[in-house]
């Protein structure tokens, strides 16, 4: 492959805690191999505390960010040291959808009666990628999608990759990039993640990317969502909706999304840039 010959392969997702505590803890040794790009709950925190706050003129001190996402993990991330600045964290609380549910019916909310409204801009715009990060494959599947543009310079041929899809522990696809094959990985579940480092360990792997979540299923299954009691049933259907969700999006490429340029054009420079980096990305620490 053309590019930076320097880079590691294969690379590894970064976006769930659990799997980024795991690798610190048991892998301490591989822990130059995941990419460095932070979790989108880190990410957000950190554009929201300063792109975002500087736009309508908050300091970042008297502006709360509060996430609301499917896990528990999410809740040990957002107070790592290094996702805040002088003490003040980029993200101030973290709740799970479970917990929202609680607090929507303590507030006797009926949300059948309330109006439809938009999400606030510039950051309540989101892609069908950014949706399907939310199951397992969804993540790489995204990735795939930005990355044959970015590596090819062509546009994709197809937007669903099904033979990333699926609810097997483990699974495998080879994505034909324009001629040059790329060999993608992917596992839910710790135990399975194990397997695939193993393997990286012992020098027997055959993948490029790899894509590693913690909960069963993905997100769909996390810690923090109502409870499946691992109904497989529940996280399938959990899984269609988000693909159906992806497919009613216009747009579903995340390099597509016109904020993200924008978020670009006035503020982080290029994607890789020295503030891009800064804000953007993260380092992983020896824990065993
Ligand atoms: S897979 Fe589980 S632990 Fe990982 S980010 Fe999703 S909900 Fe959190």
Redesign the pocket.
Known sequence: MEGDQNVKLPILTS?????VKFFEHQFPEMKDIPSTARSPQQMFGSIAKTYFAEKIGVKRENLVVVSIM??L??KYESSRPEFSVNGNPDVDFALSTRELAHLINLGNIDFKSLPNEDFDAPMGESTGAGVIFGTTGGVIEAAVRTAYEVFTGKPLPRLDFEELRGMEGLRKATIDFNGTPINIGIAHGLGNARKLLEDIQAGNSEFHAIEI???PG??IG???QPYHHGDAEILKKRQRAIYSEDKNKTLRKSHENPYITKLYEEFLGAPMSEKAHHLLHTKYFDRS
Do not use: L
């Open positions: 976006c769930c805690p659990a799997w499917p896990c993990a999410k979540m913690s909960c993905g997100c996390g810690g923090g």
